[in-house]
């Protein structure tokens, strides 16, 4: 199958920056598109962010203009540049992958293991 491992995750304090990284390891199969979903507690997990083979790319409404997700195809990696970290952002970070089952037109979710952001006001 195909292992998402993640890094970045840390305590930061308020207006900081941190950068997630995911990369799925895997030479078999063709990722559509790769997405920072996160779960703080009490909440449901949401999706932040998500980028497509074709580098499209889309983003909750609350970290829009603060968060930029990108991707490098080859290396089948996916970062989330986090700029002017609020409390609110406070959360585990899960990344996850939307994989091409070859020669099909079907597909599954992969998850990483989920990263810990933590923002102190």
Known sequence: QVQLVESGGGLVQAGGSLRLSCAASTTVFNI??????????????ELVAG?????VTNYVDSVKGRFTISGDNAKKTVWLQMNSLKPEDTAVYFCNAKVLVPA??????????????????
Request: hydrophobic share 30%; proline share 3%.
């Open 32 to 45: 559509a598109a790769m997405n920072w979903y996160r779960q703080a507690p009490g909440k449901q997990r």
């Open 51 to 55: 980028i497509t083979s074709d580098d």
């Open 104 to 121: 099909s037109r079907e597909s599954f979710d992969a998850w990483g293991q989920g990263t810990l952001v933590t923002v102190s006001s």
